[in-house]
């Protein structure tokens, strides 16, 4: 039988009263059945019904196993704990608030959950859970503090990660090196933890003690080249056989850049490109070769780039203003000025920028599209039918333009045009999720324009026969 045909058949029992015969089918399909959040709920609230406590508790906390936002569960677990287990009911009770949104309130009832048990890993279950709360309520020393109450338990090599990120979130990188030596010595042998802590001592210019730490030759060559040591970087450089990996372009721009041949740093920062073209190093190291080149506009152009693949918008609009400072004939930075602006919804600045891309390259469909639905929404329909015009024009794939020019004329009352290129549209894009709207709005035009040629027609032949009977 089916899991759904078993809850049906438990469900028609319950129905009919058979409230232990429900609960022995349900029972008996544990096995197959016990990761269904359906199934856990009807045999705990069976099992509560025929007073089997044990049981129904038993399976409320599979239930939050399976499903976390179980409400029900929550509630059911409180009555249960409340006179059984009361680490168990202010930890339940904790969850049950954070839940309901009242995660401010949760802090207490972790606090009590400790103060309420002697077993060590109910105590660090509860100081984990405290400190997470702290961290969405962004209390970070008290945060901190939790943790560090953790490792007075036991030695955990995530709570030395979360104490060295919970630092450097807060500038103390001191601290943060501190927490790191102190967890590389308990797990000498995790490779993560040294190359995280041998980071922190290049970002601090530290760069023999980021030596010792590094376990890994990328990390190690990065500071030898920081400081300074470049023949010795270059050395490993060259013995490095995975030269597909990102890190190996990156480090042999570096190189070059720091001997002055931004030829040769050029063409590694490309091949770097190749690889990873999204990272924003890549573009943060041709910002610095064209510093040196004395390009301002390339520097802040690609400053600009690095700051849009970080996904700091405002620092890069910023950047790509300067660069437009720098030279306002070139269009690309004016199209990531654009980009930045269409996303913000900075209409005043988007016309000031889409007449400048349009200056720049007539027939570019960016500025003719942005023009067009500018003037549209200040009701300026003409002048956004010369661009839409213009947009069909220069790309004659772009079957959204023949809508935005159909718009345009029903506004001016020219249903005639208006009709047809809504037709245009329809008939390139006749699936369009508007098509059904559009054919409906089409058919009324025809009715419409056959009463005005009636009225047009009548009004003629009037004209006729006054003529002729004077």
Request: glycine share 2%; charged share 30%.
């Amino acid at each position: 039988m089916t899991s759904n045909g078993i809850l049906a058949q438990a469900q028609m029992l319950t129905d009919e009263e058979q409230y232990e015969k429900a609960y022995e089918l349900l029972f008996n399909s544990y096995d197959s059945l016990k990761d269904d959040a359906e199934y856990l709920e009807k045999i705990a609230l069976l099992a509560k019904m025929l007073e089997k406590n044990d049981e129904a508790a038993k399976y409320w906390e599979e239930l939050v196993s399976v499903d976390p936002n179980s409400l029900v569960a929550y509630s059911e677990l409180l009555d249960f704990y409340m006179n059984t287990n009361k680490y168990k009911y202010y930890i339940t009770r904790a969850k049950y608030k954070i839940l309901n949104e009242k995660v401010n309130q949760s802090v207490d009832d972790y606090k009590k959950a400790i103060a309420s048990t002697q077993e060590e890993d109910e105590i660090i279950n509860a100081e984990f859970l405290l400190a997470k709360s702290y961290e969405y309520l962004g209390k970070i020393q008290n945060a901190i503090d939790e943790y560090h109450r953790i490792l007075e338990h036991k030695d955990d090599m995530a709570i030395y990660y979360k104490l060295a990120d919970l630092y450097a979130q807060t500038g103390d990188r001191f601290s943060a090196i501190n927490v790191l030596e102190k967890g590389v010595k308990v797990f000498p042998n995790i490779i993560d933890l040294s190359e995280y802590l041998s980071a922190l001592y290049l970002r601090e210019n530290q760069f023999d003690k980021a030596i010792e730490y590094a376990k890994n030759d990328f990390s190690k060559i990065k500071a030898y080249l920081m400081k300074g040591e470049n023949e010795t970087a270059f050395e490993m450089l060259s013995k490095i056989e995975d030269k597909t990996n990102a890190n190996y372009p990156a480090l042999m721009a570096e190189y070059y850049f720091n001997k002055k041949d931004f030829v040769k740093c050029k063409e590694y920062i490309e091949e770097f490109k190749k690889i990873d073209n999204q990272n924003p190093m890549v573009y943060q190291m041709l910002a610095l070769v064209c510093d040196e080149n004395n390009d301002s506009y390339g520097y802040h152009y690609n400053m600009g780039r690095c700051y849009s693949y970080k996904q700091d918008y405002d620092l890069a609009l910023a950047e790509y203003l300067n660069a437009h400072r720098f030279d306002p004939s070139k269009s690309e930075a004016v199209k990531e000025i654009i980009k930045i602006n269409e996303a913000k919804g900075d209409k005043t600045s988007l016309m000031e920028f889409y007449e400048k891309l349009y200056r720049q390259e007539p027939d570019n469909t960016m500025a003719l599209k942005g023009l067009g639905d500018v003037y549209a929404d200040m009701y300026e329909f003409k002048n956004a039918l010369e661009y839409y015009e213009k947009l069909v024009k220069a790309d004659l794939n772009n079957y959204e333009a023949y809508k935005q020019i159909g718009f345009c004329y029903e506004k001016l009352k020219n249903l005639r045009l208006a009709k047809e290129n809504y037709e245009k549209y329809l008939q390139k894009a006749p699936l369009s999720p508007d098509s059904e709207k559009l054919k409906e709005k089409v058919s009324k035009m025809d009715v419409q324009n056959t009463k005005e040629a009636d009225v047009n027609e009548e009004g003629f032949i009037d004209k006729i026969f006054k003529i002729f009977g004077k």
